[in-house]
């Protein structure tokens, strides 16, 4: 018998200070013997965005096209949902959908992707699906992190030969790093974008301040028309404008992975379901390479689609946001809903609306990194990302 490096390592005991330290997104690799490629692996220690670029969609990003500097290796990009949506999906259930015909039609023989315990509707668990009906399980964003990788030595001594894999950026980084060691014959990666992630104490604290009703909510989403949508156990939907979010008391809530994350768009997935670059109610899909168009064609039948659209300049309202979070300023909940209001009808939509969230985004967690990490900032920020913060004016 042969005796593979990672079998001699052992998993990090729970709870125990992870190789990344605070910047630790929980990704569940050191849960696991994979514990032993962590230093290579690590989104947060070892960023290598451009070299697993080239190996899983054969080039990298080129940055002097808009379209790939912004989203990514991509050879399609639509609008698309449901015509048939699942009741209960974060928006139209296109991930949920895919994953179960993948297993239906044998494709794969497990599909790993997060349900939530049976305590807490928002503390994530990880699990090998291997029925439609426990991908239905997992469907709805546990907007938390999520160990999504711990279960990958179950993929190792299950036998399992090929599987779908559903996460988010930082979870891909380091499955994407390990990929060869896992023994598998062919491995699909379903990504969402993922931004502004919690802990699930950080979770209760931005409930807590932000919506009416902390717990009776369901899911929410910061959503194309600048406002926050929280949905409700009643189904009714509660909206908060942007603006008016008390950003000096949620400053600290965001995970610091999250605030040092340049990943937004989840660069080394084959296939990518978010709605940020699609208008209101619809979900916005990047094929980065064949394997992610051999996904997307399994459901094409099943959605109204349309091509993506971009319209109105972003620039103004995110050099303005800048100097906003920074100082932490609030304003007042009229002013807020007003600027919803101006925003909503004049402000940047579809790819436009995806690049002001980008933008936003990404010079908030640059500014971060300087103060916080300085001796990170060159090898950590991908060169993507240097290029569209050199954009803006930050302040020191
Ligand atoms: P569903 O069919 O409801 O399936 C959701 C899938 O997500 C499930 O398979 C589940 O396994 C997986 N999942 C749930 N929570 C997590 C988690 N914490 N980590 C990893 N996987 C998880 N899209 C944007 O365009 N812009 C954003 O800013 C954005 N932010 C996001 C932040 C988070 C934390 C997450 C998890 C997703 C975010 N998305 C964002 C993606 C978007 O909200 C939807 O998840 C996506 O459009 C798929 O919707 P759906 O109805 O097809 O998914
Ligand atoms: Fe380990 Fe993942 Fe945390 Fe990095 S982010 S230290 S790989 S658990």
């Given at each position: ?22 910047l ?12 032993h490629?962590?230093?290579?692996a ?9 070299e ?12 002097d096209?808009d379209?790939d ?23 139209t ?11 239906e ?36 964003n ?9 279960v990958?030595?179950q ?39 993922c ?44 909206k ?48 980065r390479n ?33 100097p ?9 909940m009229w ?13 940047p939509?579809?790819?436009?609306y ?20 300085p ?22």
């Amino acid at each position: 018998m042969t005796v593979s490096p990672h079998s001699k390592a052992k998993a990090l005991k729970p709870g125990s200070r992870r190789p990344a330290k605070e910047l630790c997104s929980e990704c569940g690799l050191c849960d696991t013997y994979y514990v032993h490629y962590v230093k290579e692996a690590c989104a947060f220690l070892n960023q290598q965005i451009a070299e697993l670029e080239t190996v899983a969609h054969d080039r990298s990003r080129d940055l002097d096209n808009d379209l790939d500097l912004y989203f990514g290796v991509n050879q399609e990009m639509i609008a698309a949902r449901k015509k048939e949506p699942i009741e209960g999906a974060q928006w139209t259930g296109i991930v949920s959908t895919i994953a179960c015909e993948m297993l239906e039609r044998k494709m794969v023989e497990g599909v790993v992707c997060v349900q939530n315990t049976a305590e807490d509707r928002f503390q994530p668990m990880p699990i090998i699906a291997r029925t439609p009906e426990e991908v239905l399980a997992a469907k709805v964003n546990k907007p938390t992190l999520s160990p999504n990788l711990n279960v990958l030595e179950q993929i190792e001594q299950s036998g399992m030969k090929r599987l779908l894999v559903i996460g988010v950026g930082c979870q891909i980084q380091a499955l994407r790093a390990v990929e060869k060691e896992l023994g598998l014959e062919k491995l699909y990666i379903l990504g969402t974008p993922c931004v502004d992630n919690v802990s699930r104490e950080g979770l209760q604290k931005f409930l807590n301040t932000t919506s009416r009703s902390p717990e009776t909510v369901v899911h929410y989403e910061f959503m194309q028309d600048f406002r926050i949508h929280f949905k409700h156990e009643d189904g009714s939907i509660e909206k908060v404008p942007f603006f008016g979010l008390k950003t000096n008391k949620l400053k600290d809530v965001f995970a610091p992975s999250c605030m040092s994350c340049f990943d937004y768009v989840n660069s080394l997935a084959d296939l990518v379901v978010g709605y940020m670059g699609a208008p209101f109610g619809w979900q916005w899909i990047v094929v980065r390479n064949d394997t992610g168009k051999e996904m997307l064609d399994l459901v094409r039948e099943q959605l109204n689609t349309q091509p993506v659209m971009s319209q109105g300049d972003r620039s103004n309202a995110v050099q303005q946001s800048i100097p906003a979070y920074d100082k932490g300023v609030t304003l007042p909940m009229w002013a807020a809903k007003m600027m919803g209001v101006v925003i909503e009808r004049i402000g940047p939509k579809g790819l436009e609306y995806a690049r002001f969230s980008i933008d936003s985004h990404f010079t908030r967690n640059y500014l971060y990194l300087k103060r916080n990490y300085p001796q990170k900032l060159a090898s950590h920020v991908p060169e993507y990302a240097k290029k569209i913060v050199s954009q803006y004016k930050l302040p020191d």
